[in-house]
């Protein structure tokens, strides 16, 4: 009885009929998005380690950001989509910002929360909407599809198949070394599982991956399974945003560089994951846009006052997404998961790159067949779409394949004659991003 109360209570509060999905989807949907992201509560402590944070503290904050943003995201608009700190915007904020440019962290951090202020703002205005809702729908299709590519991409360097080379920028790495060899292995069995359309072939795939990365060293020895973790190591983090630091006037540019970029990744992943879950509408508007990016700006602003850089959606919600998630409930099994993710942090840590790399590259193949609803028929609206697209992986960018998108899409249109035909917002959104390379 307790169980169908549960599931009917669930039911009323995240539509699940109306959605076409159910409890048990949700919950596969939300282990998978978790699993393709779970790498963040590592990568961004050790970053940002970099620029003199406490790795510690700095955990326990990423953590904290994912949860408060992933939370805002599912009850203010019942979207699939988990955030976390964003990857080259934590980059940025270290290397760029701290290291490069002399600022103490604690002053950053009082950027990151006037950012998301500002964004709370803009969000509860139609500014932000009319921005997503502005971008063309070959646009949306290029940026959906290129998103697919950099997922696939970023899965292919995890997996140490792709790999750097001096003379050609990228080349193939040792296929039969230890993180290639579990990854092509978790590839194959996830794409016939997903082939067979077995439920929950991405995770499957996952823990596939990890066990088998124990028979060639590259799942970690087993060391344990819980850790309990320190309040005094979140303190040092924990409300030591300087904000006065961030009102001075050599911080103003500093800022704008955070606006800019957060706002064009943050709508690049929204369009291209709502593309894949089939949220826009039929003329390509995303309804709940202002919630969403409403959303995005609570992550970014909390996260601040937790002690982490920039909270944003996250890519990886494709998988929970290519896993039949359609509400929020996936995005509070996510949230659920990653405070367990706390206390069992050896368990977590199991799970090797290599192994998560199958279920990104999957994910990429899926996106991309959004390409198929570009008009073939008119070369003003593949172009702009397939610079976008090639952008992302290439220049490792959601953003800069949104700002190459916008400053080709105007100009072509304009002098073939269907000028007339362009969003006013274009326009200037291409002057913008014009004016942002120069300036940058």
Known sequence: MNKMNNAGFLENMFDLKENNTN????????????????????????ILSDAGMPFNGVFIATIAGIILGTLAMAFLTNYPFALASGMGLNAFFAYSVVIGMGVTWQVALGIIFLEGVIFIVLSVTP??????????????TGISTGIGLFIAFIGLQNAGIVVADQATLVAMGDIFSGPALVALVGLVVTGILHALKIKG????????????????????????????????????VLFQLDIAGAFKLSMFGVLLSFLFVDLFDTAGTLVGVS???????????????????????????????FGTSTVTTYIESAS?????????????????????????????????????????????????????????????????????????????????????????????????????????????????????????
């Open 127 to 140: 500014v932000r909407k009319m921005i997503v809702n502005a971008i063309p729908m070959g646009l949306k």
């Open 201 to 236: 072939a991405l995770l499957w795939g996952i823990l596939i991956g990890t066990v088998f990365g124990w028979t060639n060293g590259v799942t970690p020895a087993f060391n344990g399974v819980i850790a309990m973790p320190s309040m005094g190591d979140w303190n040092q």
């Open 320 to 440: 929970g997404v290519a896993e039949g998630g359609r509400t929020g409930l996936t995005g509070v099994v996510v949230a659920i998961l990653f405070f367990l993710s706390l206390f069992f942090r050896p368990l977590i840590g199991l799970v090797p790159a290599a192994a998560t790399a199958p279920a990104l590259i999957i994910v990429g193949t899926m996106m991309m067949t959004n390409i198929t609803k570009l008009d073939w028929n008119d070369f003003t609206e593949i172009l702009p779409a397939f610079v976008a697209m090639i952008a992302m992986p290439l220049t490792y960018s959601i953003s800069n394949g949104i700002a190459l998108g916008f400053i080709i899409y105007p100009l072509v249109k304009l002098f073939t004659g269907k000028g007339d035909k362009v969003h006013w917002l274009v326009y200037v959104l291409g002057i913008l991003f014009v004016a942002y390379f120069i300036w940058v």
């Open 275 to 305: 593309q894949q879950a089939g949220y826009l509408d039929e003329e390509g508007n995303l309804p709940k846009a202002s919630n969403a990016l409403l959303a995005d700006a609570i992550g970014t602003t909390g996260g601040a006052v």
């Open 23 to 46: 409890v048990k989807t949700e919950i596969i949907a939300g282990f998978t998005t978790f699993m393709t992201m779970a790498y963040i509560i590592f990568v961004n402590p050790t």
